[in-house]
């Protein structure tokens, strides 16, 4: 336990209260919710990539002793609503499709029955006797085979497989690139990964029949729009459903909405009656649950020989796989290509792009699910910055929108205030000498060794701003908070953030711990259930929580006191503004032995009201919530070394700095904590975890042998520097969760360049980087 | 992801081991259960789903290590964890130690046995790499007796070895490491601790300043590991050098003709066989030199 | 729970304790641990023996006790992570852990606990950060990037724990 140098609890390293379930086994996840008459949930799933099912024959699994129920595609159908998860927009097409798989399936990994049995051994062995037939249908796999005429339509109402084309355009574009010096053109052709919680899916689905209540302990990132999707898909009543969440073993952006697995484990819960369980294990959540990161885009740059920008032109294939998700069709793209221009000064840009249903798992959220934009545009500017002979730290400087500049519009158009990626770009260079670094890179390569240094910056919406949010289509909104002081002084906190790793426990624990003058330990933080927390789509995604779930704490933290102080106030004989509180003492300041502890006010209030100040609110509550103000950005900028073995083509990341600026840090551990995951995994994504399928649609990276995570020898020492940037808010965090995702493949890919530009290597323009790709880029071996 | 269901026995003796699994009908419907580092994940992933699983485990005459006149010898259920800090295995086999560190994780080789991995036949595994190299003795018992294979002749392709299906592998007998020797196990892996994508073990034997003999076994390049007879062979008598390295190297290489997968490429296998040959060597030999 | 296949009677020694149960000889001693003692502690990240989430100390060495029988511990002991502190009180290496806040959502994290557990168990001694990352790849963290868990084993290993 640790407070800050003003004894404030935000800004001190304390140790989280997560971490003592955590740490000593005892946090409950999924699987670890059994009991008497817990039923165990196992998916059959189709082991082709596109067929139609001509057969399916259950007899005799569903003879097998100890299995409930089997639900074939038609059974669920039966208990259920199709499914179609977009929103009526332009140019967007989304198709309606069963819970589980009737006559076609779309993917290997496609769910086509649900078996329900006493525990996961007897329900994998009825399955196993599930008998399906496939009349197999030619695959469609890349975008292209999507989109070429006579292509196999994946769903009937999705003509072309189109399911979402968008573009814009800013500024003059034509102009731009007629009056360029030269134009700089270059492709990123992303692989698919994915995010990969070490929890799965799943939930704890339990009717009661008695009362017609549903209950769905989830894992999941979004508890109360489950409970609407729920709802609606299993036709039960929202109020007769409730979601509650306990422990989640990460989301990554997995865990966002929901999937067609959870309403089938709640339609049989509902049909059987009694408590069926899923927990999704490895072998499914590679193959079935979705992946992400799989665009194509060819970025074109309009160029002043000096190296000023003067336009962008984008166009993007996306490949979502299918079963489009809720926001990932439209949400994702838009947000991509809204933020490429990233923090420079673009005075015109124009975008295209399509969006194309494939036989793949879906395409879901996967942190920093926009990061394509920095990765283009970065390698982009490290790229006309070769071409022009300049330093890619030059090209970067003359082309930054700094503080000085702001306000100001970004490239496409979002009012930017208190955007500081130029700051911590700044920052950055300051700690690196790049005369020294080059010098370095030519003694090694007289040496024979390969050193290679690249540079990414950027900024994300987190949370953003109104404007930005409008413009792609996803509510902004505003956060709620329930906050209660109890008869014994101490507080109680009803969150909508939905936390999987966070430490919303402590963070907000923190925040109003300092707001209302109680302990840290004497503020609990409860989350995750819909009978108690209030509502918000969104749950715990998009980095909101550090601006927005701290602004609803602070809030109705200043709404309770205000109530207490007005009690106090009567009973002091003093002003409410001539109070404070502290150490859960109310008392006037400067005059300490004239305290009355917030419990004694507490326990009047709720106890022995006759005896409480007439005609005061003596309801010590607040139900209420923050509107965001101006919203913010969150800036970052990374550097990143690496050695690369000219003969094996391994790379290792020798040196990794990251400047960041999150505004303030509530916990500087839990923010430390966020940039290194995210980091990791921004580094796992570019250089070990592909969710790979062959040319047939089969799905090749099934279990952790093929699907590679990092482990601790792959990531470097990460050195962090926080800039804490106070924009015009009264709310001073702001979020940090998904920046090194988006950052890191950037630095990373720019370095791995660098280093093959100096053997006249050819750029990669294709990922993941494999030490088959540095040794194809640099000649050594031919290309596959 | 849970195992089907089998009937299970654990005994206490080989003989009693060997005596179930040739009472059954069909061996083949039999599997023997050893460290399981393998084996209970395809069992878990229902890739392999035998009706009786035999587990070794309980046999306390498979495990030990043993060293007499040059021989170093290791039953075949001694786990990879014991022999990786045994210092019989130091001295006879640093070669050993040297492949076990790369195998895995801690966990795994606290459970792995030496004669597991052997007869497992994975061939990106190292033990397999080095018992060809080495051209270690595997000794199998069966229902006709005790016979020993040498491991140039042990593994017959993918997963593959000539172990019948009533037959269990008890040791391996390794010549142990004499002055004038140098080994060295070279490997390139995605992580530390894969299966390599390539891998070289390399054993040299100096005379003086002239290489009297060399042997060379490569994983990862083939269905089983590739004994490089050849390039081993051209080596004795040549003097040792960067060039000399660099052309058992390529001579090594040119007969290999690697598939591709997910985690590498054909050619890079091929190109990387040769580069790791000559670091393997040039490691070798200069060990050999140390302890002349 | 119904199987034609032959239960057997085993007794392992849990956390010091002497417990006995009827298993299926496919039963796993990650499945027997979470499910016939309750003691959920120890998580199933992928039950192919890859990412180390179900480690458990198995006669003094950790060990992947998704690729281990039930049967195969039958008596045998096993120390699972709710074994390691003392009652209520944490043992120092959790400390350590917890101070450096080394996780986040937590799954992964008793698996990290007895691979430590059984490292320091075999004395390890003090290691370099490399090293400590070498020691610990057989555990996959996806939300820490692993920098706070070399800190906190740095910590441990070095006796600097706020006990």
């Known amino acids: 336990m640790s407070s800050s140098p003003t004894g404030r609890l935000v800004g001190a390293r304390i140790n989280r209260k997560e971490d003592v379930r955590i740490l000593t086994g005892k946090g ?114 890349s975008c292209d085979d999507a989109f070429a005429p006579g292509a196999p339509q994946l769903f009937d109402d999705v003509p072309g497989n189109l399911i979402f084309t968008d ?296 949370p953003g701003t109104a404007a930005y949010w409008a413009n792609i289509g996803f509510p902004a909104g505003s956060e709620p908070m329930k906050m209660r002081i109890e008869a014994d002084g101490k507080v109680t906190a009803f969150t909508s953030q939905v936390p999987h790793g966070q430490g919303h426990e402590t963070t907000l624990a923190q925040v109003i711990g300092d707001e209302l003058g109680v302990g840290f330990d004497d503020v609990r933080v409860v989350f995750g259930d819909t009978d108690a927390t209030p509502y918000s789509m969104m749950g715990t995604a998009g980095s909101k929580a550090a601006m927005m779930a701290t602004g609803a704490a602070t809030v109705a933290a200043r709404e309770v006191k205000a109530k207490v102080l007005e009690i106090a106030a009567h009973m002091l004989e003093a002003s409410p503004s001539d109070l404070q509180i502290e150490n859960s003492v109310v008392s006037v300041k400067g005059v300490p032995t004239s305290g009355v502890p917030l419990a004694q006010i507490a326990m009047g209030a709720m106890l022995a009201p006759g005896l409480m100040p007439a005609g005061v609110d003596l309801k010590l509550e607040a139900d209420t919530s923050y509107d965001g103000e101006t919203g913010g950005w969150s800036s970052g900028s990374h550097a990143c070394w690496v050695e690369i073995d000219p003969d094996t083509g391994k790379i290792e990341i020798s040196r990794y700095v990251v400047v960041e600026d999150c505004g303030t840090m509530i916990n500087p551990g839990v923010v430390d904590g966020q940039v290194f995951g995210a980091v990791a995994m921004g580094i796992g994504g570019m250089l070990l975890e592909h969710s790979a399928y062959g040319p047939d649609g089969q799905y090749v990276a099934a279990t952790f042998m093929d699907y590679l995570m990092p482990s601790a020898p792959e990531i470097p020492e990460i050195e962090i520097d926080h800039l804490e940037y106070q924009a015009p808010t009264m709310i001073g965090p702001r979020g940090v969760g998904e920046g090194g995702t988006v950052i890191a493949p950037a630095a990373l890919m720019n370095a791995i360049d660098d280093a093959l530009r100096q053997v006249g290597g050819t750029r990669i323009e294709a990922t993941p980087v494999t030490p088959t790709r540095i040794l194809e880029a640099m000649g050594v071996i031919p290309r596959e | 992801m849970k195992p089907a269901p089998f009937e299970y026995w654990a005994p206490t003796s080989l003989d009693e081991a060997l005596k179930l699994l040739s009472g059954f009908d069909d061996p083949g419907d039999a599997k023997v259960l050893a460290g399981g580092q393998s084996l209970m994940a395809l069992l878990n992933l229902r890739l392999a789903q035998p009706a009786y699983i035999v587990d070794l485990n309980g046999i306390a005459e498979l495990s030990s290590i043993s060293r007499d006149n040059g021989t170093l010898t290791i039953g075949a259920m001694t786990r990879q964890r014991i022999a990786e800090r045994s210092a019989d295995v130091a001295a006879a086999c640093p070669l050993m130690v040297q492949a076990l560190q790369q195998v ?158 997910l985690h590498a490429s054909g050619a890079y296998r091929k190109h990387v066989a040769g580069v790791l040959v000559r670091r393997a060597l040039k490691v070798a030999t200069a060990r050999a030199k140390e302890n002349q | 729970m119904t199987s034609p296949m032959t239960q057997r009677q085993i007794t392992v020694t849990v956390n010091g304790a002497a417990r006995a149960a009827t298993v299926e000889p496919r039963r796993t001693l990650a499945d027997f641990l979470r499910h016939d003692l309750d003691l959920t502690g120890t998580h199933l990240g992928c039950e192919h023996g890859a990412c180390g989430a179900c480690t458990v100390v198995l006669d003094g060495a950790a060990v992947r006790s998704c690729l281990i029988l039930a049967v195969q511990a039958d008596g045998h002991e096993v120390t699972t992570v709710e074994g390691v502190a003392d009652d209520g009180a944490m043992h120092p290496i959790q400390q350590a852990l917890w101070d450096n806040q080394a996780f986040q959502c937590g799954f992964c994290t008793p698996g990290f606990v007895m691979s430590i557990y059984g490292m320091v168990g075999e004395g390890c001694g003090r290691l370099s950060r490399q090293e400590i990352r070498e020691e610990l790849s057989g555990n996959i963290c996806r939300c820490s990037g692993y920098q706070k868990i070399v800190d906190g084993v740095e910590a441990a290993l070095s006796g600097e724990v706020t006990a």
């Open chain 2, 104 to 261: 895995g994780h801690p966990q795994i080789r606290n459970r792995g046995t030496v004669g597991g991995s052997l007869a497992h036949a994975d061939p990106a595994a190292e033990l397999p790499t080095l018992a060809v190299c080495l051209g270690a003795d595997l000794v199998m018992r069966g229902p006709s007796g005790e016979r020993t294979v040498n491991a140039r002749d042990f593994f017959t392709g993918f997963l593959s070895t000539v172990l019948a299906e009533d037959e269990i592998l008890t040791a391996v007998r390794i010549p142990a490491a004499g002055p004038g020797t140098g080994s060295a196990f070279e490997e390139v892996a995605r992580r530390h601790g894969d299966f390599a994508m390539v891998g070289v073990a390399a054993h040299v034997q100096l005379n003086g300043d002239t290489i009297a003999a060399a042997s060379i076994a490569l994983s990862g390049v083939d269905g089983q590991p590739v004994h490089a007879a050849d390039a081993g062979a051209a080596l004795a008598g040549q003097t040792p050098s960067d060039d000399v390295f660099a052309a058992a190297g390529a001579a090594a290489s040119a007969g290999l003709d690697p598939t591709s997968d």
């Open chain 1, 167 to 462: 573009e814009a355009s800013f500024g003059d574009v034509e102009e731009a690139f007629a009056s360029a010096d030269r134009i700089v053109t270059d492709v990123l052709d992303q692989h698919r990964w994915s995010c990969v919680p070490m929890e799965g899916r799943g939930g704890v689905a339990t009717y009661d029949q008695a009362t017609g209540g549903l209950t769905y302990e989830a894992s999941t990132q979004s508890a109360h729009l489950l409970r609407i999707m729920l709802a609606g898909f299993t036709n039960q009543p929202i109020n007769q459903l409730r979601v509650v969440a306990n422990d989640i073993g990460g989301g990554f952006g997995l865990k966002f909405a929901i999937c067609r697995e959870d309403i089938a484990v709640c339609a049989a819960a509902k049909k059987l009656g009694g408590s069926v369980k899923w927990t999704e294990d490895r072998n499914e959540n590679l193959t079935s649950a979705g992946s992400a990161r799989e665009e194509k885009l060819t970025v074109e740059a309009a160029v002043r020989n000096d190296g000023t920008l003067l336009g962008l032109r984008v166009s993007m294939d996306m490949n979502l796989g299918a079963y489009p998700g809720m926001a990932s069709a439209f949400a994702i793209p838009k947000q991509i290509l809204f933020m490429l221009p990233g923090p420079y000064k673009i005075p015109a840009y124009a975008y295209s792009v399509r969006v194309a249903a494939t036989n793949k798992a879906t395409y879901v959220a996967l942190r920093g699910p926009w990061a394509a934009e920095t990765l283009a545009r970065e390698r982009l500017l490290d790229k006309i910055a070769d071409e022009l002979g300049m330093s890619p730290v030059e090209l970067r400087r003359r082309n930054l929108i700094t503080m000085a500049d702001q306000p100001c519009p970004m490239g496409t158009g979002v009012p930017l205030e208190t955007m500081t990626a130029a700051e911590t770009f700044e920052r950055l260079v300051s700690k690196v000498d790049l005369d020294a670094i080059r010098a370095e890179q030519a003694a090694a390569r007289a040496e024979g060794r390969l050193l290679g240094f690249g540079i990414g910056t950027a900024f994300e919406p987190a």
């Open chain 1, 28 to 141: 409950r996840y999924i699987d670890d919710v059994h009991g008497r008459g817990v039923l165990s949930a196992y998916f059959v799933r189709s082991v082709v990539a596109h067929g139609r099912i001509t057969r399916i024959d259950v007899e005799a699994a569903r003879a097998m002793p100890g299995v409930a129920a089997i639900y074939t595609g038609a059974d669920m159908a039966a208990m259920t609503n199709p499914v179609n998860l977009l929103p009526p927009m332009p140019n967007l097409v989304g198709p309606t499709f069963p819970v589980l798989a009737v006559d076609t399936v779309r993917h290997v990994g496609d769910p086509v029955a649900i078996v329900i049995a006493t525990d996961r051994y007897t329900a994998e062995d009825a399955g196993a006797l599930v008998d399906v037939d496939y009349d197999v249908l030619d695959p469609v796999i």
